[in-house]
């Protein structure tokens, strides 16, 4: 399958690109990608389920702490698949 193929070669080139990051004066790092051609600042979802705020410039990477948390003013927006679509929540609207 085309598309297994392709996720097995981007998780392994991001693999490499973290092993080479710095992460030193980051207390427990996380590496967030970007692959769009705009910078982005986004609420994500670490590996724990829990949500933090970054910014991540364009094609590229930060170095974010797994720690979470929001700067004040930011809402985190969930996505819930139910029925024949999904949901979009921010706990605003």
Do not use: H, M, W
């Amino acid at each position: 399958n085309v598309a297994k193929v392709a996720a097995a070669v981007r998780d392994a080139a991001a693999a490499r690109i973290v092993e080479k990051v710095d992460t030193s004066g980051v207390e427990n790092p996380v590496v967030v990608f970007n692959t769009l051609a705009q910078e982005r600042q986004e609420v994500v979802e670490l590996p724990n389920g829990e949500l933090t705020y970054a910014e991540v410039p364009q094609c590229g990477y930060s170095v974010q702490s797994a720690d979470p948390g929001l700067p004040e003013g930011v809402s985190p927006t969930r996505v819930v698949a139910g029925g024949d679509g999904y949901v979009l929540n921010n706990g605003l609207l």
